[in-house]
């Protein structure tokens, strides 16, 4: 059952409806079906936790909002901002969450720094994460969509402790990064260190 929130606190200035609108907008049919599903995620890991929904609903429905945009675009605003030059050694994956939250800012008017650091770490993850980002974090790797072989345990841990979730899931995209022989961003190196040892039993 899909739960719409309506927005009172002013984190964002319009309604979901608009909201879902630009996303609508902005990304293609697959991608704007999994932030909806993402966002319901949150809604119940919000419920769950103890965190406020509406932040819930609002970064669930942006994490991806600039998923979809080319390389050059993510170049560009790396460059103009000044943001950290060793972006430009990684890809899409770390740019539509760090780099998106800027675009964010100026074509959504958000301005919540919480809201903006889940959707900033909710691929890469950190050392120090709010509750508000932990929430969004495992809501885009648990949401009902996904199907690969980690998820089902990943869901039962998250239901019983979403700290230990942020782990188990910090702990599988390092394996599957390795295994790849891939780059490993360095937060994500940090947020390794900070979860995983402190949860390892739960794990």
């Known amino acids: 059952m899909t739960e719409e929130i309506t927005y009172t606190h002013h984190y964002i200035p319009m309604t979901r409806d608009e909201l879902v609108d630009h996303l609508r907008e902005a990304l293609k049919d697959k991608r704007f079906h999994h932030v909806l599903r993402v966002e319901q995620t949150a809604i119940q890991l919000a419920q769950a936790n103890g965190v406020d929904i509406e932040k819930a609903s609002i970064a669930g429905l942006c994490h991806d909002y600039a998923k979809q945009r080319p390389d050059a675009d993510f170049i560009a605003e790396i460059k103009k901002r000044g943001l950290n030059p060793d972006l430009l050694n990684y890809n899409n994956a770390i740019w539509h969450g760090v780099v998106g939250a800027e675009l964010i800012k100026d074509e959504l008017g958000i301005w919540d720094e919480d809201i903006l650091n889940a959707v900033r770490h909710h691929t890469t993850g950190a050392a120090i994460m709010s509750p508000l980002e932990q929430v969004v974090y495992m809501a885009d790797y648990i949401e009902p969509g996904r199907d690969f072989p980690e998820v089902v345990r990943a869901r039962e841990i998250t239901k ?16 599957y990064l390795i295994e790849r022989n891939s780059p490993v ?5 940090e947020t390794y260190n900070a979860w995983v040892p402190a949860y390892q039993k739960e794990i």
């Not at 019983?160 to 394996?175: D, I």
């Not at 961003?185 to 190196?189: E, H, I, Q, S």
């Open 185 to 189: 961003y360095p937060k994500t190196l």
């Open 160 to 175: 019983h402790n979403l700290a230990a979730g942020v782990a188990y899931q910090t702990k599988q995209t390092l394996q």
